[in-house]
């Protein structure tokens, strides 16, 4: 097949770029700078620039790309910036699509589990209403951005995404230098709830959703069994042999990450991979402490 992925040097796309050229597909990136060669197309979203003509006639196009929630303060900057790299890359991709000669097969649109918003022990799925606060609102405008590329016939997912582990980037990558040193532990009361995905189930899921013509709409990508923060803690300390005795009170976590502690470190959200699991995923880690010790192996 040929697919077309943004955000192709990102966490995601470069694993599933991986798994993906070892299938033996023909792979192509849309990147922000000048094309390095015929693998890839040049497009600027926040000036709604892209070669319409080269993003016809793919069998699969699979959209990654936004501006990262987890590095810096959350000004109002920030978050434009946040939710403008979401929508309107979304919007520019999903209209060019739509009015290709040949659109995709199917449009796998990346979205997050923060589409539930804060939710305490509330057990989530996809048919769950969003929630109310600033990233909730980012991930239900990011969603309906997809709409001319629907409207068109196109099968689309949205890939909510909850939180990716793996030691070469994402949450899992910034938590293990302090928890490495000795200095991990809960955050707040650590109740909260923590909806975690190995990044080779990702993948794997991911495959799933391309080849499964079934499956429309949003698809949860967490893993079956949640963990509440102190559980978290808990697991990888006992992952890397250290102890977990310096909790990080909420009010400190707020002092240091403002309005991102809560939505982001704070925030509870339990949710199921109701969509994967009734189309026949098999997850290789559906379980914690497992995951971690595998992924830490390598």
């Not at 990102?10 to 770029?17: D, E, F």
């Not at 209209?95 to 290709?100: K, V, Y």
């Not at 048919?127 to 991930?139: I, Q, T």
Request: contains cysteine; aromatic residues 8%; neutral net charge.
């Amino acid at each position: 097949m040929r697919i077309l992925i943004s955000g192709s040097h990102g966490l995601v796309g470069k694993a599933l770029i991986s798994e993906l050229t070892k299938g033996g597909h023909e792979i192509f990136s849309l990147v922000r700078h000048a094309s390095g060669g015929a693998s890839e197309i040049e497009w600027h979203p926040n000036q709604g620039s892209i070669d319409s003509e080269r993003v016809s006639s793919f069998d699969v196009v699979v959209h990654l790309a936004g501006e990262s929630i987890a590095s810096g303060r959350w000004t109002d900057e920030k978050k434009r910036k946040i939710r403008e790299s979401r929508v309107m890359g979304t919007t520019l991709l999903s209209q060019s699509l739509a009015r290709s000669a040949k659109p995709p097969a199917v449009f796998i649109s990346a979205s997050a589990i923060g589409y539930y918003g804060n939710r305490g022990d509330e057990l989530l799925d996809e048919k769950s209403a969003p929630g109310n606060d600033f990233l909730a609102e980012v991930c239900v405008a990011w969603e309906r951005a997809t709409g001319e590329a629907e409207a068109r016939g196109v099968r689309t997912v949205h890939a909510r995404f909850g939180i990716i582990l793996d030691q070469e980037g994402g949450a899992l990558a910034k938590m293990l230098t302090p928890f490495r040193m000795g200095v991990g532990g809960r955050i707040g009361d650590g109740k909260q709830w923590m909806s975690w995905i190995a990044l080779g189930d990702v993948i794997q899921g991911l495959k799933l959703v391309i080849e499964h013509n079934s499956i429309t709409g949003p698809v949860n990508f967490v893993a079956p069994n949640p963990v509440t923060n102190s559980e978290f803690t808990k697991s990888l300390g006992e992952a890397v042999s250290r102890p977990t005795l310096f909790p990080i009170p909420s009010f400190a976590a707020r002092l240091a990450f403002g309005e991102m502690a809560d939505a982001l470190l704070l925030s509870s959200a339990k949710v199921e991979p109701k969509r994967l699991q009734e189309s026949g995923y098999r997850f290789e880690f559906e379980n914690l402490q497992p995951a971690l010790a595998a992924i830490l192996k390598t």
